[in-house]
T-cell receptor, first 115, second 112 residues
Framework: DTGVSQDPRHKITKRGQNVTFRCDPI?????LYWYRQTLGQGPEFLTY????????KSRLLSDRFSAERPKGSFSTLEIQRTEQGDSAMYLC?????????????FGEGSRLTVL | GQQLNQSPQSMFIQEGEDVSMNCTSS?????WLWYKQDPGEGPVLLIA?????ELTSNGRLTAQFGITRKDSFLNISASIPSDVGIYFC????????????FGTGTRLTIIP
């Protein structure tokens, strides 16, 4: 158990629908990341929160994507008007400390399939 | 986005064999890490390396941080069935940088 829970584990949706994923890290994890992993590839960085502040976003995060961490605890990742290219595993990772060492605790991921 | 190059892409070995895989980059990384991912799960950290030339072990796993800072190697000795999975290298360009860059992965399969 990494202390990072994600929900739902699987989501199937039709193109054009909105979807939301949730990540719950343990309270000690002040740093929270979202990554996207497509089939046969390694995870790709999407965005980073330190407590409730979103401090970095990747160019991969188009304007259809939005992430929040309102109270510095759980986080949500929303995709609006989904496209087939959004089909992927969305991974949440978290850790504690003031500096990123790369040592992240990943959740089990939320797999999105867009039909 | 940028991904590190890993080789081989896949390996088929017999239980008990040793395994070697590597990861290369066109740019320098100041931190190298190795993660393992089982099917349907998130990656789990195996080893972290913070100094060029560093050699670090974790049980049967040994990893090295290349002198050029552009590569890293992972060795697994005396493989067992639970070693099956996908191994990813990952790099941080600068200590404190938030973006972890992952490799393309090496899939390890053990032939019965």
């Amino acid at each position: 158990d990494t202390g990072v829970s994600q929900d739902p584990r699987h989501k199937i949706t039709k193109r054009g629908q909105n979807v939301t994923f949730r990540c719950d890290p343990i309270s000690e994890h002040n740093r929270l990341y979202w990554y996207r992993q497509t089939l046969g590839q390694g995870p790709e960085f999407l965005t980073y929160f330190q407590n409730e502040a979103q401090l970095e976003k990747s160019r991969l995060l188009s304007d259809r994507f939005s992430a929040e961490r309102p109270k510095g605890s759980f986080s949500t990742l929303e995709i609006q008007r989904t496209e087939q290219g959004d089909s992927a595993m969305y991974l949440c990772a978290a850790t504690s400390g003031s500096v990123n060492t790369g040592e992240l605790f990943f959740g089990e991921g939320s797999r999105l399939t867009v039909l | 986005g940028q991904q590190l190059n890993q080789s081989p892409q896949s390996m088929f070995i017999q239980e008990g064999e040793d395994v070697s895989m590597n990861c290369t980059s066109s740019s320098i990384f100041n931190t190298w890490l190795w993660y393992k991912q089982d099917p349907g799960e998130g990656p789990v950290l195996l080893i972290a390396l913070y100094k060029a030339g560093e050699l670090t072990s974790n049980g049967r796993l040994t990893a090295q941080f290349g002198i050029t800072r552009k590569d890293s190697f992972l060795n697994i000795s005396a493989s067992i069935p639970s070693d099956v999975g996908i191994y990813f290298c990952a790099g941080l360009a600068n200590f404190g940088n938030e973006k972890l860059t992952f490799g393309t992965g090496t899939r390890l399969t053990i032939i019965p």
